[in-house]
């Protein structure tokens, strides 16, 4: 079991942001293959009862990742994630957004703009997320859709799934 599983998250309404961290018992390689890899990522990106299946994933900048989360009674909620910065094991930043099948926007639900940092500390893997929203409305919208929650719950999965794989 990790021993690093505690999240800490805080919101910055100033700036329309939510920031995490969460620390891996797992080293840098591995946790960036699971973030990188669609397999891996459909593996652990939902929280449960759903799952996520993968449409497409191009991992480059100007890339774009394309995956349904898919509830228990298999209705799909498209997302998407437009790859802007990728620094091989140290950050990936997107433009998040619900979408259609085919990748375009659709509107109702805040976007958000992710920057994923990775840094080891002797085998130890801290993963610091920041999400940027564009108005406090947007902010508020994610929290209220039980991001912190369903996130806990996504790298508890990803945390399953690093402590299960060598």
Same mark, same amino acid.
């Given at each position: 079991m990790n021993n690093h599983a505690s999240l800490d998250l805080s919101v910055n309404r100033a700036n329309n942001?939510?920031? *995490?961290?969460?620390?891996?018992? &797992?080293d840098l390689? @591995?946790?960036?293959? &699971?973030? +990188? $890899?669609?397999?891996?990522?459909? =593996?652990?990106?939902?929280?449960k009862p759903y799952h996520i299946e993968t449409k497409s994933l191009d991992f480059k900048e100007g890339g774009r990742w394309l995956y349904a989360m898919v509830s228990p009674e298999? @209705? @799909?909620?498209?997302?998407? &994630? $437009?790859? @802007? *910065?990728? =620094?091989?094991? =140290?950050s990936i930043s997107w433009l998040d957004a619900?979408?259609?099948?085919?990748?375009?926007d659709t509107s109702g639900k805040p976007?958000?703009?992710w920057t994923i940092v990775f840094t080891e500390d002797n085998g130890t893997t801290t993963v610091a997320t920041t999400l940027?929203?564009? +108005? *406090?409305?947007?902010l508020d919208n994610m929290i209220e859709?039980?991001?912190?929650e369903g996130y806990e719950m996504a790298l508890s999965n990803l945390d399953g799934l690093l402590s299960n794989t060598e």
């Open positions: 942001s939510i920031h *995490i961290k969460r620390k891996f018992d &797992a390689k @591995k946790v960036w293959q &699971a973030w +990188s $890899d669609p397999e891996l990522l459909d =593996k652990w990106w939902a929280p298999n @209705k @799909k909620d498209w997302c998407k &994630a $437009d790859y @802007k *910065i990728i =620094k091989p094991l =140290k619900f979408c259609d099948e085919e990748g375009n976007n958000s703009f940027r929203h564009g +108005s *406090i409305t947007d859709m039980g991001f912190k």
